[in-house]
């Protein structure tokens, strides 16, 4: 091999180093500072880019929904002692009309559900019956039968977020899916019965 | 699938280097003979490069996700249209691809702000690193493009590539395509910016099924229809589309996209599951169509049929992780906690940077008992976000079980942010 020859060799393989040394760079911003690892901070169900930029605008005002969306979770406490409306499977999960309702909120907030027992401190908890003159904003009536007449969900002190539930709750009405989630547990039968 | 612009010489080099009786060998026992004992100290120190290159470089990606957006702006009215018709049409025939999942125009707007576009236009790298950071893409596309005549077109894109543990790496790609027709011309632009795309491949057999509009006036209307829309004037738009839709009843491309818009712009899931069905009833193995199906069923609330619908598209794109993550959410409402369990795991095989799915899954684990499984999922997802996922594992009624045991409390006060 001639001298020359060894030297074309050696650039090229001088400059391979190079590109080789590029490719084990770690990924890096503009400034040269490490990209932090990808990693997704929100729940994101199937409703949760969907709806949620109205909902939210709604309850710009309500310490309660900053709360839920900082903490990532929203907290029911529900009774579950009526089948259907709520009740606790063999693993203590909470499933019923009303958990689906929820879950259904808790996806257009981004967030997600934890139903808790009652006089656990939590963000709504029911079902409570509506009252009447003073403090009716409070409660949010989500669903009437002959057998219990109207529940309601009781939302203490920010009426911003009983007026944001009242606007997921009719959303969810005017898009057929309260009707269908109804179908799915008081027609159709028990959602753990319905054939796949 | 991997990355292969701008690593592409890269990654031949080090297949070369690995492989015996191939060039590199060659090249070795050349320099033996040399009498260069410099030139074999360099060329053992980049062998030793190439292997150490080869751990660092990024596994063949099993899944790209990739956003694929317009830039209309300074362009006349009908080069606004046939950029938006020509590059929705694109992201339609791409997201068939079994690896290639991609994201919504519409949503990725939600997470853009005014003059957003220009900046990813213009190469602005934080408008990247933030989109990307947001919606996990791994491919981000800008393009646009002009007419130059009848079936002529002139396509510019600007591509931002941010694959796992490499930079970001930028390209520009331009063509031009002539056409004897609509159809044509739509095809040879997918082709044009597919073949320009090293992670997207289209085989053999690719625009089996895909319909396409052989329609000028249709397409012209879509176009028409898309670029109304998109500038917020929501009935011209629809009023364009629904002229389009006359001029071609068989346009499948106008019916997914109602099928889409419907659904998430104007919540009317029965006109959306309509025109879905419409395209379903045409072509049963459509199933980017099937996917919407299934996700247009679970916001209705009909979870069985949506189950069905993403068990079919699972079968067909088993490397796309939001099918499993839908189906593990769906088999969790409908309590099949051992199918959402598997569903979750499917999910983190492909995708296993996804923090909130490794807490989903701890908090199953943790309802079903497997307090080991939760403990150990927790910890990864910890692991990967501790700063948001610690205050919520906290108070999260669903770790119950998983408060009583001292390794919970262990693995907190170690994780702490």
Not at chain 1, 23 to 31: I, M, T
Not at chain 1, 72 to 85: D, K, R, S
Request: negative net charge.
């Amino acid at each position: 091999m001639s001298v020359n020859h060894a030297r074309k060799i050696l650039l090229a393989i001088a400059l391979a180093a190079l590109c080789f040394s590029a490719a084990c760079e770690k990924p890096s911003k503009p400034g040269g500072e490490p990209v932090a690892e990808v990693a997704d901070s929100t729940f994101r169900g199937a409703g949760a880019n969907v709806a949620t930029r109205e909902i939210l605008e709604a309850g710009a005002r309500s310490s309660t929904l900053a709360e839920i969306r900082d903490s990532g979770l929203l907290i029911a406490a529900l009774e579950c002692e009526t089948p259907q409306l709520c009740s606790r499977n063999d693993y203590g999960v909470a499933m019923g009309f009303e958990v689906d309702l929820l879950k259904q909120a808790a996806q257009l907030f981004g967030v997600k559900l934890n139903v808790v027992q009652p006089g656990t401190r939590a963000h709504l908890d029911g079902p409570a019956s509506p009252e009447n003159g003073p403090g009716a904003s409070t409660t949010r009536p989500y669903f009437y039968s002959v057998e219990t007449g109207w529940l309601s969900f009781r939302i203490e002190n920010d009426p911003a977020f009983a007026a944001t539930m009242d606007l997921v709750i009719r959303h969810l009405y005017e898009t057929g899916t309260y009707q269908q989630l109804y179908n799915n547990w008081f027609v159709n039968g028990n959602m753990g019965e319905t054939a796949l | 699938m991997h990355f292969s612009l701008g690593t592409g010489i890269i990654e031949k080099g080090v297949n070369e280097m690995k492989t015996p009786g191939k060039p590199a060998g060659n090249i070795l026992m050349k320099l033996k003979s040399g009498n260069g004992t410099l030139v074999r100290r360099a060329a053992a120190a980049v062998i030793f490069a190439c292997l150490l290159c080869s751990c660092c470089l990024a596994e063949p990606l099993r899944n790209v996700t990739m956003i694929l957006l317009s830039n209309t702006s300074g362009l006349p009215e009908s080069d606004r249209a046939l950029t938006r018709a020509l590059d929705t049409v694109a992201a339609m025939k791409l997201e068939t691809l079994p690896n290639l999942g991609l994201i919504r125009e519409s949503e990725a707007e939600m997470y853009m702000a005014p003059g957003d576009f220009e900046k990813l236009w213009n190469g602005d790298r934080s408008a990247v690193a933030e989109l990307h950071e947001k919606l996990y893409a791994n491919v981000i596309a800008i393009g646009r493009h002009r007419s130059s005549g009848k079936w002529k077109t002139s396509s510019e894109y600007r591509v931002y590539y941010v694959p796992p543990d490499e930079v970001v790496r930028t390209a520009q790609v331009k063509f031009d395509v002539s056409a004897s027709g609509t159809g044509d011309m739509q095809r040879k632009v997918v082709e044009s910016l597919a073949g320009r795309l090293p992670p997207v491949e289209l085989a053999a057999g690719f625009w089996k099924g895909l319909g396409l509009t052989d329609s000028d006036k249709a397409f012209q209307l879509f176009g028409e229809g898309l670029e109304n829309i998109s500038s917020g004037r929501e009935d011209a738009g629809l009023a364009a589309l629904g002229r389009a839709e006359k001029e071609d009843p068989g346009f499948r491309d106008l019916q997914f996209y109602l099928g889409k818009y419907y659904a998430t712009a104007q919540y009317n899931y029965e006109r959306s599951l309509y025109y879905l069905k419409t395209i379903i009833e045409n072509n049963p193995d459509d199933c980017s169509v099937r996917y919407w199906l299934g996700f247009v069923y679970r916001l209705k609330g009909e979870y069985a049929p949506a189950v069905r619908e993403f068990e079919k598209v699972s079968k067909i794109k088993p490397a796309q992780y939001d099918i499993h993550l839908h189906l593990a959410e769906l088999y969790s409402d409908l309590g099949d906690f051992d199918k959402a369990v598997a569903s979750y795991k499917s999910a983190l095989e492909i995708a296993p940077q996804l923090v909130s799915v490794w807490y989903s899954l701890a908090c199953l684990q943790s309802l079903m008992g497997d307090t080991k499984g939760a403990l150990a999922s927790l910890r990864r997802a910890l692991e990967l976000n501790a700063e948001i996922f610690h205050g919520i594992a906290s108070s999260d009624a669903d770790l119950k079980a998983l408060r009583e045991l001292s390794g919970f409390h262990e693995l907190m006060e170690e994780m702490k942010p």
